[in-house]
């Protein structure tokens, strides 16, 4: 009882992959799932729409020759094409049973934003676009975009920039994305190049992360709060 951090599961679903469906069931009762992401990072699909971004990033990553970058390109696309739809539909019908708050991923163009609409998804987390991040915040969802984007400049993957849909009033929050150290830095970053004032900057990384979880006893100062001066 010391410890002042309370961990929580965030599901990250490749619903391109044959076996998500078994591994979203295998943590189905487990009380500290509270948020799912709903991912495709077949090659051609939203992050990686430009096939040498893709081969830039992962068959660095893998280490793969030519012929062994094709083959699981190859391979990518295939399962893309017969898993992905249905996949997606399955876990966010679990979601929405289970009552757990559901994130986009990578959404680039308006019918993505109006797929997630229609899932019943909250969160569109790293829209690649202006289009998509506007389109989303208008359709009411919480548009996530990573500090480490603020904190270095731009995406690492060269699609939108935060700053970008902060100039387009299109941004809700920040996430750690990997680097947890980030998220004050960032609000920080914010307030002192006067693109907003320190507590809006502040409510990026606090209460509406919170809301969009789903997390109503935590994000801000308030009597009745868990940070109840």
């Avoid at 083959?71 to 990518?76: I, L, P, Q, T």
């Avoid at 208008?138 to 995406?155: E, F, Q, T």
């Avoid at 920040?174 to 320190?198: F, I, K, N, T």
């Amino acid at each position: 009882g010391r410890l002042r951090a309370e961990h929580f599961i965030h599901l990250r679903c490749e619903v391109s992959l044959p076996n998500v469906i078994e591994e979203f069931e295998a943590l189905r009762g487990n009380p500290r799932v509270r948020l799912a992401s709903l991912m495709d990072h077949a090659p051609g699909q939203r992050q990686f729409v430009d096939p040498e971004a893709y081969r830039i990033y992962y068959q660095g990553k893998k280490k793969l020759s030519d012929a062994e970058f094709a083959a699981y390109s190859a391979r990518r696309v295939a399962e893309s094409a017969a898993h992905a739809d249905g996949n997606r539909q399955a876990i966010a019908a679990r979601c929405r049973d289970l009552g757990i708050a559901m994130a986009s991923h990578d959404d680039a163009t308006a019918d993505h934003v109006a797929e997630s609409v229609a899932l019943g998804i909250a969160l569109a987390e790293f829209p690649t676009t202006v289009e998509a991040a506007v389109l989303s915040r208008r359709a009411g969802l919480h548009v996530l975009m990573g500090a480490p984007n603020i904190v270095r400049g731009g995406s690492h993957s060269g699609n939108v920039s935060a700053a970008a849909l902060i100039e387009h009033d299109a941004l809700d929050i920040l996430s750690s994305d990997y680097v947890p150290a980030s998220l004050l830095l960032a609000a920080a970053m914010l307030a002192e190049r006067g693109v907003m004032d320190l507590p809006a900057a502040m409510r990026l990384v606090s209460t509406h992360p919170a809301a969009a979880a789903g997390l109503t006893d935590r994000g801000r100062i308030a009597p009745g709060l868990r940070a109840d001066l």
